[in-house]
């Protein structure tokens, strides 16, 4: 009989505790037949950026508050946790655009941003008509895009076909808001490669996505997003709480602070941590990409250099309760979108950028955080390249962003609550080229025996595809354990 074998899990978020629950039999709880696992984690709390927050004295989240339906990853691991009822459909649709000094609803047809309608487009008055005229190129007489063999800009590629007024307006603050980025130097190999199949040829680039994404020609099928009755937040709990059920132990408020091999046993690793070495057969890293980098350095400096390259971008949430009834919200929608060129035209930040980047009416999305006590309205704040957040106090960011609410909506009341939720270094950014840098990695780390990698610095940054990132992990590190024939 083989003897038990350990495995270290490196990070406590959704990554790290997908990972564990996966290493343990995923639905099926393996027991003593799997793997003895232990999961380190520098902070108190597992869960990483799926944290709450407490606002008018209540737990909502501080991180993303829902995922997308279409991806079934999220749905299938709260299933297999047993607690399927938490699941609930977004309570509205729909969403507006800050444009040309006003309050538009989003163009329909949008794919990520990208218009796939000239008539949606000209409709939607969200564009000045020189914008539009440009975008009508597209139809009309459609420009051929750069189209290198595997990777472009995003934004490059959407200038080139429908002009720079469609980037700066829709693209950016919808499909870079995501990544708190810039589009113009987003990879669409890694984040929208879709779009790299329709600029490859000389038509419409519009028609072209209509035909790949559907266009919105017919009703989606269900909810666009999903989320949980007692918030995103807790599905790092459930998780915990079942992965304790197995018998995984949990080292929290201890820092990996090296990986080196074991000298006693051929093959094993020791993880040196804040609260002293920790030894395993496998180690499955779902850290960010520095923190990797930083323990792959003695075994793999190509990969550590790799992953050294991939910048961060840090941003921050404001969460604020209002007076009921007393904010003055658009008529429909679940949230305002708005261009990272917005500047205040009056106060004492004249000719500023604005900080928000979308806002978010959480009791209108989500129904289990409605109350008549009071209105719930989220704030994103932050971008890649904004560096004032790091100098300004959670004061200054509320006030900040009161008046830009102003602004957008109208006269504010003073809020009951608010609290401000930094996430420094938070969002990885893939640049052109993301995918070749993330093979270079792969390659290198497969020479490593017994080290696998996961999390949101690869393929994916959203919830979904971090759960698919740890799962898969731990398959192949579970692979490399068992031995041939057993």
Not at 99 to 118: D, K, N
Not at 271 to 280: E, I, L, N, Q, S
């Amino acid at each position: 009989m083989n003897a038990r074998r350990d495995v270290v899990v490196v990070g406590g978020g959704i990554s790290a505790l997908a990972a564990a629950y996966q290493l343990t039999g995923g639905p099926t709880p393996l027991g003593a037949d799997g793997p003895a696992v232990t999961v380190l984690e520098r902070d108190a709390r597992c869960g990483g950026k799926l944290a709450p927050t407490e606002i008018a004295g209540r737990a909502v989240d501080a991180g993303p508050d829902g995922v997308l339906a279409r991806r079934p990853e999220a749905r299938t691991l709260v299933e297999e946790l047993g607690h399927g009822e938490l699941v609930r459909p977004v309570a509205a649709s729909g969403a507006s655009l800050f444009a040309r000094g006003r309050l538009h609803a989003l163009p329909q047809g949008l794919a990520i941003g990208i218009p796939t309608s000239w008539d949606a487009l000209r409709r939607s008055h969200v564009l000045s008509p020189a914008g539009l005229a440009r975008a009508l190129v597209d139809v009309v007489a459609p420009r051929r895009a750069p189209h290198p063999d595997d990777d472009a800009a995003i934004g490059d590629l959407v200038a080139a076909k429908l002009g720079d007024e469609v980037v700066t307006t829709l693209v950016d603050p919808m499909l870079g808001g995501i990544y708190a980025g810039r589009v113009r130097e987003l990879s669409a190999a890694a984040v929208f490669p879709q779009l790299l199949d329709a600029t490859a040829h000389g038509g419409s680039l519009m028609h072209a996505l209509r035909d790949a994404t559907g266009g919105g020609s017919a009703p989606p099928a269900g909810p666009a997003f999903v989320s949980l009755a007692t918030g995103m937040h807790s599905l790092p709990d459930l998780l915990v709480d079942e992965l304790r059920r197995r018998g995984v132990t949990f080292l929290t408020g201890r820092d990996a602070t090296a990986l080196r091999a074991d000298g006693e046993r051929a093959g094993a690793w020791v993880v040196d941590t804040t609260g002293g070495p920790v030894r395993a057969d496998g180690v499955v890293v779902c850290t960010p990409a520095r923190d990797t980098a930083h323990l792959l350095h003695p075994h793999a400096p190509d990969a550590a250099a790799a992953l050294d390259g991939i910048g961060y971008a840090s941003v921050a949430v404001v969460t604020f309760a209002f007076p009921p009834g007393r904010l003055p919200l658009p008529e429909t929608g679940t949230g305002v979108l708005v261009p990272p060129g917005v500047v205040h035209h009056a106060g004492p930040r004249r000719g500023e950028r604005w900080l928000t980047t979308a806002l978010t009416f959480l009791d209108r999305k989500w129904p289990d955080l409605r109350r008549p006590s009071e209105t719930l309205l989220r704030a994103s704040v932050g971008r890649v390249d904004d560096e004032r957040l790091a100098g300004m106090t959670d004061d200054e960011v509320i006030e900040t962003t009161r008046l830009e609410l102003a602004e957008l909506l109208g006269p504010v009341p003073a809020p009951i609550d608010a609290s401000v939720t930094r996430w420094t270094d938070a969002l990885p950014q893939y640049a052109v080229h993301h995918l070749r840098r993330v093979a270079d990695v792969d390659a290198a780390v497969e020479r490593l025996d017994g080290i696998e990698l996961a999390g949101a610095a690869y393929r994916g940054l959203g919830v979904p595809a971090c759960i698919a990132s740890g799962r898969a992990a731990a398959d192949r590190l579970a692979r490399h354990l068992t031995p041939t024939g057993s």
